[in-house]
């Protein structure tokens, strides 16, 4: 197999070294390494929001019953004597949201 013959510039030799070399090819790939180690760890000091909500439906409430007696602190008087009171101490609906917000100010570690 006979090998092919090249003849360069002194500006095309440096060009084609410069192209071909593994050891400037590593470089080059260390360098967008780095790089996007450097975007990373900026990304880390942006504004970070998060948000979560959650609604609680309850088909039944629970409900309490007394009796409506003339001794009791809850005595109605225009009830009848010994009716039943139904109260309940619940909502139907519960909805609960957030949001938290944070931000990475300071980092005194070292890599």
Do not use: C, W
């Amino acid at each position: 197999m006979a090998q092919q013959v090249r003849s360069f510039s002194s500006k095309e030799a440096v060009k084609y070294a410069l192209e071909n070399s593994p050891t400037i090819k590593n470089a080059v790939i260390e360098t967008d390494i780095a790089k996007a180690k450097v975007m990373e760890t900026t990304s880390a000091g942006y504004p970070q929001i998060s948000g979560s909500a959650s609604l609680l439906h309850y088909p039944e409430v629970q409900r309490f019953v007394l009796e409506n007696t003339v001794n009791t602190p809850f005595y109605i008087k225009e009830l009848t004597q010994d009716a039943p009171i139904a109260f309940a101490l619940q909502l139907a609906n519960s909805f609960n949201g957030t949001i938290s917000a944070s931000q990475l100010i300071f980092n005194g570690s070292s890599r």
